[in-house]
T-cell receptor, first 113, second 113 residues
Framework: KNQVEQSPQSLIILEGKNCTLQ??????????LRWYKQDTGRGPVSLTI?????NTKSNGRYTATLDADTKQSSLHITASQLSDSASYIC????????????FGAGTTVTVRA | DTAVSQTPKYLVTQMGNDKSIKCEQN?????MYWYKQDSKKFLKIMFS???????INETVPNRFSPKSPDKAHLNLHINSLELGDSAVYFC????????????FGPGTRLTVT
């Protein structure tokens, strides 16, 4: 069983609308959680990185939240744009200086005009 | 300037052949990685080097051999290619492990026929 589970697997939204992606993890002891955006045919690009002491972090129209007690995170996209169409991947690191990241399968977001 | 570059971008080859993928980063990072992304989009770490020293070697067939001639380069050589090796391979780098952000290359799509 994967240690990082994401939902939904995919979603379609209309341009200008908001959406929220979910991430549940079992990785322990927790170090940090990241959200990556991966456009089709390209490498992942980091959106946010949060440690256990942070419960929210924003990057433009992207806002990530973290509840380290329940081991849940969400990524909220505000006023979606066509360029937001991509796969969003939740990634968790177990301990500081741990080079191994645990990746979720990603949520594929399609924004339609 | 490209931060993490990989060559080639596409690689089509026959079973049994030997091939190499090259990766270079110009960010001055100490740590480099190879990831494999399968058809289900899961990213899995294969290897990690820190200052030219191998620090992560996941359960990868020994047909895969990474080589780091210097801190800026991490190449991946694959012997006796098999159909199951078909995937997208991503190189990444970070200033160090754990907390530090990883920067990914554009990926190399390997197709074994």
């Amino acid at each position: 069983k994967n240690q990082v589970e994401q939902s939904p697997q995919s979603l379609i939204i209309l341009e200008g609308k908001n959406c929220t992606l979910q991430c549940n993890y079992t990785v322990s002891p927790f170090s940090n959680l990241r959200w990556y955006k991966q456009d089709t045919g390209r490498g992942p690009v980091s959106l946010t990185i949060m440690t256990f002491s942070e419960n929210t972090k924003s990057n433009g129209r992207y806002t990530a939240t973290l509840d380290a007690d329940t081991k849940q995170s969400s990524l909220h996209i505000t006023a979606s744009q066509l360029s937001d169409s991509a796969s969003y991947i939740c990634v968790v690191s177990a301990v500081p200086n741990d080079y191994k990241l645990s990746f979720g399968a990603g949520t594929t977001v399609t924004v339609r005009a | 300037d490209t931060a993490v570059s990989q060559t080639p971008k596409y690689l089509v080859t026959q079973m049994g052949n030997d091939k190499s993928i090259k990766c270079e980063q110009n960010l001055g990072h100490d740590t480099m990685y190879w990831y494999k992304q399968d058809s289900k989009k899961f990213l899995k770490i294969m290897f990690s080097y820190n200052n030219k020293e191998l620090i992560i070697n996941e359960t990868v067939p020994n047909r895969f051999s990474p080589k780091s001639p210097d801190k800026a380069h991490l190449n991946l050589h694959i012997n006796s290619l098999e159909l199951g090796d078909s995937a997208v391979y991503f190189c990444a780098s970070s200033q160090a492990g754990g907390w530090y952000e990883q920067y990914f290359g554009p990926g190399t799509r390997l197709t074994v026929t």
